[in-house]
């Protein structure tokens, strides 16, 4: 039986502003019809039900809200993003230069946990009018909504990666998606056989600020990361833990096609660290980072490689 997941799906879409009262935050329900051009376009949520097997979809509300406020530090961790106008100007200007020449391939975001594939997947499908789907979810679904870490403890890794090997094979046989994958996913070639029918792109954060996101919100959905005490999921018996990830895994994710590096974001932009970027930043530089892929990739078709 195919797996199922209900879900929230960014889309984009344009409303005018000038109807409605400027707040520094908030909401506004709209209809669809409220589509026009020259507008600003922001990100939505619907709630939709979509099949991996059909790629259907049907959706059940619709739900804008926007904030000119600033990110917080854990936001990334959290899900919940709010685009400033300037950077969703610049975010929506890059994805329509390079959508064009995605030619519907895929996304695939890879990464350590807690390196905000989850949140930064939402808005480049939202600005790309791409779905999203997140593989840990998926797998969830298929078995029975049982949560990653209880499909850990009662059927061990092994089995959670041969249904992320089953997930990752579905959707590649779809197109325009962005997939969250999960941060051992790496770690299987016959996994990177299916993403590369699309483009991969690496989330590289620095383990300092990944150990600072988890904590933030605690170990629980972190199977690798569990027997982490309440409060210790920074200190240095969880930097190590991490560490030791990487070890495993660092090789692997330098296979992706694109790598967004934190760290030299924060340097280009005169931060002092990666906590004070936001997601929409590194959406931007996501896009950027593809676009040079797709560049090089275009260089050598004509070079004859």
């Not at 506004?28 to 020259?38: A, L, P, T």
């Not at 018996?237 to 992706?256: M, P």
Request: proline share 3%; net charge negative; hydrophobic share 40%.
């Amino acid at each position: 039986m195919e797996a199922k997941v209900l879900h929230k799906l960014q889309c984009p879409t344009w409303i005018d502003f000038e109807k409605f009262p400027r707040k520094s935050s908030g909401s506004v329900r709209f209809s669809r019809r409220m589509r026009e051009e020259k507008r600003l376009r922001v990100l939505i949520s619907a709630q939709m039900e979509p099949d991996i097997a059909s790629n259907q979809r049907s959706y059940d509300s619709v739900k804008v809200s926007c904030t000119f406020n600033s990110f917080s530090a854990s936001v990334l961790e959290s899900g919940n993003v709010h685009a400033p106008v300037d950077e969703a100007q610049v975010l929506k200007n890059k994805s329509q230069e390079i959508e064009p020449y995605l030619s519907g391939r895929c996304i695939y975001l890879v990464g350590m946990m807690g390196s905000g594939k989850t949140t930064v997947g939402k808005i480049l499908s939202g600005v790309l009018g791409y779905s999203f789907f997140d593989c840990d979810t998926l797998i969830e679904q298929s078995v029975d909504g049982t949560s990653v870490a209880e499909i850990f403890k009662l059927y061990g890794e092994g089995f959670f990666r041969e249904k992320e090997t089953e997930v990752l094979q579905k959707l590649s046989l779809m197109r325009q998606l962005v997939v969250s994958t999960g941060g051992g996913a790496v770690t299987r070639p016959i996994n990177w056989r299916y993403m590369q029918k699309g483009i991969s792109v690496w989330l590289d954060v620095p383990l300092e600020a990944l150990a600072q996101r988890i904590a933030a919100v605690g170990t629980d959905s972190r199977p690798l990361l569990h027997q982490c005490e309440s409060g210790d999921a920074y200190t240095e018996v969880a930097l190590n833990r991490l560490s030791t990830l990487w070890e495993e895994r660092g090789e692997a994710y330098a296979n992706a096609n694109a790598r967004v590096s934190l760290e030299n974001i924060a340097v280009k932009l005169g931060h002092k660290d990666v906590s004070s970027l936001t997601p929409v930043t590194i959406a931007i530089e996501a896009l950027e980072q593809i676009e040079g892929f797709l560049k090089e990739e275009d260089d050598m078709a004509i070079a004859g490689y």
